[in-house]
């Protein structure tokens, strides 16, 4: 039987669209159809914990009492003033309920010094500031701006100048770097969040 000639685009049509409607369920619900995380274990989204606290010696300036930063990306349209609170790389609450967080025992920008690292979910819950927060990451190029205001109205500029892709066990990217002062952005690889997307930026202006 001959089938007409108009039909096969249509079922070549039909066969795509089922594919991008299962890819972007795989994605987007993950693959049991529940919300979207960047782990099979929601509770399981693989930030650093560190204790004691690391980064500038003590007696470095303490900054405001309320530690709350403002994240903009310029870059990525969805981060535009977003509240970052200072919490445990284990505090899943706040890694769902923010765009990302400012990791407990890493420097704050108004240390000398400081790696300021900053952490969020690649696709994160719907409904909540964690969805999609960094899901393009990886468009951040060097020169690109990032930039964190404190609860005090104070602005720090920083310009991207490195990315790569690290361990869940490496810690370095968390300490310090000599001689600069930096921000560190971290989100999960995909398409199996096993291993870290990190951006990192140096500081070029406060005001």
Known sequence: MRIKSSIVPKLVSAVLVGTGLTLMAFFFLGPDGSAATDSKDPEGFDVPRIE??????????EGPEDKTLALTIPKLDRIEDDAVPDAAGDDEAKLKGYAAIHLQGTGFPWQEGANVYLAGHRLGYPGTDSFLALWDQNALERGDEISVTDSEGTKYTYRVFEEFVTGPDDL????????????????????DYTKRLITR???VEEA
Request: glycine share 10%; net charge positive; proline share 12%.
């Open 172 to 191: 370095s990217v968390t300490k310090p770097v000599e001689g600069r002062n930096i921000l560190t952005l971290q989100t999960c690889t995909l398409p």
């Open 52 to 61: 004691p606290r690391q980064g500038p010696e003590k007696g470095a300036a």
């Open 201 to 203: 930026a140096e500081l």
